[in-house]
Structure formats: structure tokens, C-alpha cells
């Protein structure tokens, strides 16, 4: 069944953004004297809370808080998002399903000015009928902010879609009964990705392929 609504994630999902912050959060390990990651890693460990995450990578918050430690990220990712390209295949994609009449939704862990800011920066905010983002730059879960718009909404979580490109977009799908598909070439592996127990795609054309199939 064709879905009537879908709800994309933002980051690593629409916009291509992975080595980004892969690279601003060595540069922090870095500043600390900490051990950098490597890239293989990033993919395999990436999770949220984003909190867990950074205990992951051997923060420990006695001496900094974790609130300063997303300033600081964010500070950097701010001043630099528009260098990173958007998916390949998304905008096509947005276009034909908003040519076929579905709605489209923005759900992300983004601050929630951060994320509106971000998406008409991209060009891609006209293609959502709304853009959900967070009250603060935590990146606890949006698995709130998913069941409050879906109450709201008063849809058969079986008419709607999750598309992302992390195991929280699953879990996020999971809590308000939704379907769910994950884009390969984001914030985590392959490995990762197919503990899900969903549909991976290896692109945006190849999930329109598959939604828009005669």
C-alpha cells in the first residue's frame, strides 16, 4: 500500500552530513587530548541519546558538561552545513512524491529553529508540510515529538512512512506503529542498519523507485 504521509529524518537522511560530523568530533577529541576516532568506528557506535555517544567516545563530563559540549559542536556545525551536499537522488525524490500527492513531514533531533533555518538554507523546506525539531540541541530522542504529531494528525500509523538512516528512526517508527525504511550512506553502517529488521535502500531514487512502482 502506497503510503499517504511520509516522515523523513534530516540529517544523514536528506542532508549529507555524516562526514561532517565525524570530522568536527575528532577535531574535539583532539582539543582534549582524547583518542580521534576513526571513520569505520563513527558508523558502527553512532546512537542515540547522544550523551551515551560521547561516553561512548571516552568523554566522561566531570570537568565539561555535555551541554557545553553541544554548544560547542553545534557552534562548528552551524558554520559549516552549507558545505555539505544533499543526498543524491533526494530532491528528485521529494519532488515526484509530492507529485504523487503525499504529504511529507520533517522529524529530526534538530533544534527546532536550527532545523527550519537549515532546511530553507538547503532549498528543501517547501516539500514539508511541517518541520518537527526539538526544544533544545540535547539530541535526547524525537521519539516524543513522533507520537505527539502523530495523535495530531489522527492517521492510521499504517497509511504514514519513516525514512531514515539510524536505528532511532526505526525505534521512533516502532513507538507510534509506523512502517519504516533506512537509507544506506548515513550516520551508521550497513551492519548496524540491518539489525533493524526493516527495508534498507542504497538511495533516495531507489526508495522512490519502490514507493512509486505502476
Not at 497509511?159 to 507510534?176: N, P, R, S, W
Request: some cysteine; charged content about 30%; overall charge negative.
Amino acid at each position: 500500500m502506497r503510503p499517504k504521509l511520509l516522515i523523513w529524518d534530516f540529517n544523514g537522511t536528506i542532508l549529507d552530513d555524516a562526514e561532517l560530523c565525524f570530522a568536527i568530533e575528532n577535531e574535539m577529541l583532539l582539543e582534549r587530548g582524547m583518542k580521534p576516532i576513526t571513520r569505520d568506528w563513527y558508523l558502527d557506535h553512532f546512537s542515540f541519546p547522544i550523551r551515551d555517544y560521547y561516553l561512548q567516545m571516552g568523554y566522561t563530563f566531570e570537568t565539561e558538561s555535555y551541554e557545553r559540549v553541544s554548544e560547542i559542536f553545534m557552534e562548528r556545525y552551524n558554520a559549516r552545513y552549507t558545505g555539505c551536499p544533499l543526498r543524491e537522488g533526494v530532491t528528485e525524490a521529494l519532488a515526484a512524491f509530492r507529485e504523487a500527492g503525499m504529504l511529507q513531514t520533517l522529524l529530526s533531533v534538530t533544534q527546532q529553529d536550527d532545523l527550519e533555518r537549515q532546511a530553507k538554507k538547503l532549498g528543501v523546506a517547501p516539500y514539508f508540510s511541517e518541520m518537527l525539531g526539538q526544544t533544545d540541541i540535547m539530541g535526547h530522542s524525537k521519539v516524543a515529538r513522533a507520537k505527539e504529531y502523530m495523535r495530531r494528525m489522527r492517521l492510521d500509523p499504517e497509511e504514514a512512512l519513516f525514512i531514515g538512516d539510524t536505528d532511532h528512526d526505526a525505534e521512533a517508527a516502532e513507538a507510534v506503529g509506523c512502517p519504516c525504511v533506512l537509507l544506506l550512506g548515513g550516520h551508521q553502517s550497513e551492519r548496524v542498519l540491518s539489525r533493524c529488521g526493516v527495508p534498507i535502500y542504497a538511495s533516495a531514487k531507489a526508495l522512490q523507485d519502490a514507493l512509486l512502482k505502476k
